[in-house]
């Protein structure tokens, strides 16, 4: 049966003539998590991933979406007249070749220049130009949202120079260093984790995300911060003040960005800034199109924010152990569904000092539901049995920074076969974390090494084995990353760089059958330097115990005995201190040397 929501939206095409209508997942700063007020994609179609996008006819409707949610995907879309596309499949068309295809002769495109960002928007102009049409910025989802939720307007908080190392003039001053390279007089920032971070704020405005809702518009002697004046504190506003940043109105910023533009060079990001911004750029002197000066700077954690970073991975250490000591010692005993246990995880971060919140929704994922990727629970979810596996990935924010952590428990008895898998996403994990590299590898460099035990066996995972993670920020952040192959788009991942965070998760899923990661998150160290270059390591950042009753012996060579060892004996002397009693017995037995 085809949805009300998208029959309201087809109405809303014809009083247009709008022949195909595109709905992206994104909100107006290209956010990976945009809230609630920006899930037009979600609301029409009911697929609750978070990536995909919609894109719908007078009698067809198509959605993409990358492998994590294929299975999530059907299960969503089933009945709802709604066709998936699965993303990067053989024979499986791009979103431009099937909107090329179902784009009539002289036909509209449509879509809400606020959530597309320049690149993606100047393609689908020049798709709907070759066709004799044009494109529409409309937001026609808005047109048809019954009760669409508010804009949201949580209150922003600063973070202290003790936590962040580095000053707002500080930051400021590197950017506009970028910007005078460039030729630019003005800079145009609408990223939300590139403006929290140079700001030194953050907000509540987006889902496990500490951001506010902002744009940012820089010159070399001012800047001007447009974000809701009710988040904003009389103090905080202060403060921008004595750094120069003016305080605007965020809704007032289409209108309000044409005149500061006029007459200069606008250096801006076509990847990030949105349609209708890029639209304001008309009466500037010219654009430089160059990605935000703030992603490097930001993926590179200055010494005060990694020790704070080890801090936090200690806290959430204590805090999963607790988890895992009391799902070991308590299943079969009392009944634990997944949404239990995602909650008694969640409690005992809530015991840690200066914890903020989750960095993502947690995946508490049982036998069979471990296979899909980015598992939600409906309800309470599966019960736990005392067998087979128990997938968890979590993570939280706190003032020292953010974590990001994925154990596969084993409940009771597990088969040859299950153990045999455990131990090659064990072995991958524990190689790339204990990589050595020469300075200018990137993550294409290292991906094998974390692989290569699954592909010995004819096995993959459909992700990539890593990615960025900010600074109490966003837990996926670029631009560094560890995939086997670049992004369609570019040149590739950043170069590994002292300070970058990377999460190292490889993994196995059987559809059906059950799922495996294990996810640490490693910093990237100077090792030492002779006649060959500078060599680089990785530091294990996460502290929390790996479980030793799923692993098959057999398959551990020396080396990777060593490694577990040495892991283990780091866990047990971080966390042994924050412990007592029976959780303390258990932790030195999980960790015990083998």
Not at 78 to 98: D, H, N, Q
Not at 539 to 564: K, N, S
Request: glycine content about 10%.
């Amino acid at each position: 049966m085809v949805r009300r929501e998208m029959e309201l939206l087809r109405k809303a095409m014809v009083r247009h003539g709008v022949s195909l209508c595109l709905v992206p997942t994104a909100d107006a700063h290209e956010s990976e998590y945009p809230g609630e007020y920006f899930a037009a994609r979600k609301y029409l179609s009911g697929f609750t991933g978070s990536a995909g996008t919609l894109a719908v006819s007078d009698a067809w409707a198509g959605l993409w979406t990358d492998a994590r949610y294929f299975l999530q995907a059907e299960r969503e879309l089933a009945g709802s007249g709604i066709t998936l596309y699965r993303m990067g499949e053989e024979e499986v068309p791009s979103l431009e070749e099937e909107l090329s295809a179902r784009l009539p002769e002289g036909g509209v495109l449509a879509f809400d220049g606020t959530v597309v960002n320049r690149r993606l928007g100047s393609a689908l102009k020049d798709l709907a130009e070759g066709k004799g049409g044009r494109v529409l910025l409309l937001d026609l989802p808005g047109e048809v949202w019954e009760g669409r939720p508010a804009l949201s307007c949580e209150p922003v908080f600063p973070l202290d120079l003790m936590y962040v190392g580095e000053s707002r003039r500080e930051k400021l001053s590197k950017v506009r260093a970028r910007m005078q390279d460039a030729g630019a007089g003005i800079h145009v920032e609408t990223a939300l984790d590139d403006t929290a971070w140079l700001m030194n704020l953050r907000g509540n405005d987006v889902p496990c995300n500490p951001v506010f809702l902002s744009y940012l518009v820089l010159s070399m002697e001012q800047a001007w911060l447009f974000a809701e004046k009710g988040a904003v504190s009389e103090d905080i506003r202060k403060e921008l003040l004595e750094d120069g940043v003016e305080l605007r109105d965020y809704r007032a910023f289409f209108e309000e960005l044409p005149p500061l533009c006029e007459g200069k060079t606008v250096m801006a990001d076509s990847r990030k800034v949105n349609e209708q911004a890029w639209g304001c750029f008309r009466a500037a002197a010219g654009i430089v199109d160059l990605p935000n000066p703030v992603a490097d700077f930001k993926a590179v954690k200055n010494s005060v924010e990694q020790e704070n970073l080890r801090k936090a991975h200690v806290k959430d250490g204590v805090a999963v152990t607790k988890f895992l000591y009391w799902l070991k010692t308590q299943i079969g005993k009392e009944p634990i569904t997944e949404g239990a246990a995602a909650s008694y995880l969640e409690q005992c971060r809530k015991e840690q000092e200066h914890y903020l919140g989750p960095s993502f929704a947690t995946i508490a994922a049982y036998g069979e539901h471990g296979a899909i990727v980015h598992y939600q629970a409906k309800g309470d979810g599966a019960c736990l049995l005392p067998e087979g596996f128990f997938l968890v990935d979590s993570g939280g924010h706190y003032l020292e920074g953010t974590t990001d952590v994925t154990r596969t428990v084993a409940l009771g008895p597990l088969t040859a076969g299950q153990k045999k898998h455990f131990t090659a996403v064990l072995k991958g994990m524990l190689a790339l974390g204990d990589a050595k590299f020469l300075k200018g590898c990137r993550g294409e460099s290292l991906d094998y090494a974390a692989r290569e035990p699954l592909w010995a066996m004819g096995l993959d995972y459909r992700h990539g084995t890593g990615h960025g993670v900010g600074y109490v920020l966003n837990v996926h952040e670029g631009p560094n990353a560890f995939r086997w192959r670049p992004p369609l788009e570019g040149a590739g991942t950043a170069v590994l760089l002292p300070g970058m965070v990377t999460s190292d998760e490889p993994g196995l899923y059987l559809a059906g059958e059950y799922g495996i990661r294990t996810e640490n998150l490693l910093l990237c160290k100077a090792a030492e330097k002779n006649e060959y270059g500078q060599f680089l390591e990785f530091e294990h950042l996460t502290m929390v115990p790996i479980d030793l009753d799923a692993v098959d012996w057999t398959q551990m060579d020396g080396r990777d005995i060593r490694r577990l060892n040495r892991y283990h004996g780091k866990v047990r002397e971080a966390l042994t201190p924050y412990l007592e009693g029976g959780g303390l017995q258990w932790l030195l037995e999980a960790t015990r040397e083998v």
